[in-house]
Each structure stands twice: as C-alpha cells, then as structure tokens.
C-alpha cells in the first residue's frame, strides 16, 4: 500500500492504496465517484473515461501510480449541477437509452469540444470512436455533440 494524493474535480484526496490499482477502482470504491462505470476492463469500450488534464482516457486501465501531480476529472466534476452544454444536449436528444457508457460518451465527447469546439462530422465520428454504445444511440450522441458545439 501507497499513500497518494490526487486532485480529483478541483479537491485535494488522499487514497491508501497498492500502487498499480487502476483509477476506475480508486474513484468508485476509495472515493464513492460512481458516475465511472466498469465496462470491459481492458479500455476498449469507453465506459470507464475520465479526463487527466483534460484528456479523455481510460480509467480502467490507469494505475493510481501514474496520476503524479495531473488533475482528474469525473462527470461529477463536469458539471454538479447537470448544466453542462453537453449534459443538456444529451436530455434535449433523448440519447440514453440504458444509460451505461452515457458517461464516458459525454466525457470524451467534452474532452473532444475542449480541444475542437467545432468539429465536423469527421471529427467526432473519429474522436468518439472506442466508445461503444450497446444500443446503439450513435446517431444521437452526434446530434447532441452537434448540438452543444452549436450552443
């Protein structure tokens, strides 16, 4: 065991934990930040996606151990309140459905407009991919991106 201290959703956490457990378990069962979800474990789906300095990355398979001084962010610390443009894109288009990779859709998808507030087509199609949606609400998870970068 480890003591490491991380800067998760703009506050400071300390976390004992063995250094290579990966950041979905610290968040979820050290810290109780459930909006992660485990998907596939191997970071092949996306469920799991979080930002490391504004990164969209996969946080089942991210060891505690190489977080260093990086700053953390979880769809908690997106927007608390659900007011995040994207938030509201995904309720204005009605695009969940089971709800489960709808988190790591939206966090790679604000990782996404941070860098390129106004992607075209090609652009998301190509930075969404490896976010894999089991029901298939592809086509309006694009129209909400849209949405929100118009917005």
């Known amino acids: 065991m480890a003591l490491f201290n991380l800067t998760i959703n703009g506050e400071q956490h300390q976390v004992d934990v063995v250094p ?3 950041m ?3 968040l979820r069962e ?3 930040l459930v909006g992660v979800k ?3 474990g191997i970071a092949q789906c996306g469920a799991c996606t979080i930002h ?3 990164v969209a990355v996969r946080a089942c398979s991210l060891p505690v151990s190489s977080i260093g001084d990086r700053a953390i962010t979880t769809i908690e610390g997106l927007s608390p309140d659900g007011s995040h443009p994207l938030q509201q894109a995904w309720l204005e288009h009605d695009v969940p459905q089971c709800g489960y990779c709808q988190t790591g859709q939206i966090m790679n998808a604000a990782a996404l407009l941070a860098k390129n507030p106004s992607p075209s087509d090609e652009e998301i199609d190509r930075a969404m991919q490896g976010n ?3 029901c298939g609400t ?3 998870i694009k129209a909400a991106i849209k949405t ?3 917005g």
């Open 132 to 134: 894999i949606c089991r």
């Open 52 to 54: 490391l300095d504004g």
């Open 38 to 40: 485990y998907g596939c």
């Open 148 to 150: 929100a970068a118009a």
């Open 24 to 26: 979905l378990w610290v």
């Open 30 to 32: 050290h810290l109780n």
């Open 20 to 22: 290579d457990t990966p």
């Open 138 to 140: 592809y086509l309006r």
